[in-house]
Structures are given as C-alpha cells and as structure tokens.
C-alpha cells in the first residue's frame, strides 16, 4: 500500500504570492489533517478533513485554507506568502479514528 | 524580532541500554495517544498509539504507559540501537477525531 504523498517536496515563494501544496492520502483514508512545523513552534495543527467537509480547524490566520475532493485527496493554499510562512508543511491521513500516517512534507522557502 | 528555536530536551544513551522519554499531555478530554519518530528531512513516522481505557502497550521493542491520574506518558525502548537516534514526539486527540496536539518533542542520541 503507497504512503501519504505530498508534493511539491520542495518550494521557494517571494513574499505576497500564494502557495498550493497537494496531499494524497492513503488509499481507503478518509480523513486529512495538516501540520505546520517550524523550530520556533514545533508542529501545530492547521485543519482536518473528512468526506470533502472540514470538520476541525486550527488557529492560524484565513490565509490558510484547504479543500479536499471527492477522492480525498487534499490541497492547502497558503496566500499573501510572509517569511513567518517558511516551514515544513506535513499532511498525514487516517482511517476513522486511528493512527494518523504522515507524509514527507513540503519544505516551504518565503524569500 | 526573530523566533528563538525550541530547545528540545536531549536524551543521551549508550547503545544497548533501555531509554525512557517523557510526555506531559494537556487535556484531560484526551482519550487517544501516539509516539511518532521522526529523523532529520522526513515526516513523523507512527510508532506506537495507546487508547485512555490502557495503561500500558507493548510492540516490538517498545513500550507505551500512561498515567491518566498525572497525565504522563511515557515510551520505553528496549536494547536501544543507533538507528533509534532521532526526535521523538507524543501527541494526544484532545478528545477530538483528527487533531492532534503534539508535544515539543525529545531528542534521543545512541552512542555507539
């Protein structure tokens, strides 16, 4: 069974463009969850997705959003890029309520 | 001004021996638990979980306890091996599906 796939694995945006990073889940996962991860904050929830419905959100800024479709896979896009923005985007998938998998994540650059 | 990185505790053993690492967990709501490893340019990798009606879990190798009364977690690694050198993260659900709350993390050094 393939794993969590994300990509692009690696980007370098300039402040103020926008970001679109893609998330294909486990194969039968349903659920979606992203993370940012950076040294200052560790890793911190950004939201989740189930059945194409976002069901839990984190408390980061509207600038941050996601869909996912209808074969769950995800994307989240990030706009108006600041250089607090650069850090590992991680995407892990779960079937129901269990372990989350987790992708190898984007490693976003804002220059 | 510039954020100061997390001094994420370290945890230094001699390969063979047994490790132990800690975990705090913050709300009592939560009633699922996962250990995750993660080594240097890869995405945290599932070790082992725990559900809040256990105290204790075993794979291979590894040992999950909880103590629900102080709210403690803990992950014990028996015959340590340089591959175990890595960073290795708790996180609890919260009480929710989908949104794990992660702690800050402990890094763990084999030396050989």
């Known amino acids: 069974k393939a794993g969590v796939t994300q990509t692009p694995r690696y980007l370098i945006k300039t402040r103020g463009q926008q970001v679109t990073l893609s998330c294909s889940p486990i194969?039968?996962?349903?659920?979606v969850s992203w993370y940012q991860q950076t040294p200052g904050q560790g890793l911190q929830f950004l939201f989740e997705y189930f059945s194409e419905t976002q069901r839990n959100k984190g408390n980061f800024p509207g600038r941050f959003s996601g869909r996912q479709f209808s074969n769950s896979r995800s994307e989240m896009n990030v706009s108006t890029l600041e250089l607090g923005d650069s850090a590992l985007y991680l995407c892990?998938?779960?079937?129901?309520?269990?372990?989350?998998?987790f992708g190898q994540g984007t490693r976003l650059t804002v220059v | 001004g510039e954020s100061v990185g997390l001094h994420l505790p370290t945890l230094s053993v001699q390969e063979g021996d047994n490790s132990i690492i800690n975990c705090a967990y913050s709300n009592s709501a939560s009633d699922y638990f996962i250990w995750y490893k993660q080594e240097s340019g890869k995405g945290p990798q599932f070790i082992i979980d725990i559900r809040s009606n256990m105290d204790k879990r075993q794979g291979q190798r590894v040992t999950v306890l909880l103590n629900k009364t102080v709210k403690h977690l803990s992950l014990q690694i028996a015959a340590t091996q340089p591959g175990d050198s890595a960073v290795y993260f708790c996180a609890e659900n919260g009480g929710s599906q989908g949104n794990l709350i992660f702690g800050k993390g402990t890094k763990l050094s084999v030396k050989p």
């Open positions: 892990a998938s779960s079937f129901q309520n269990t372990e989350a998998f």
């Open positions: 194969s039968g996962h349903r659920s």
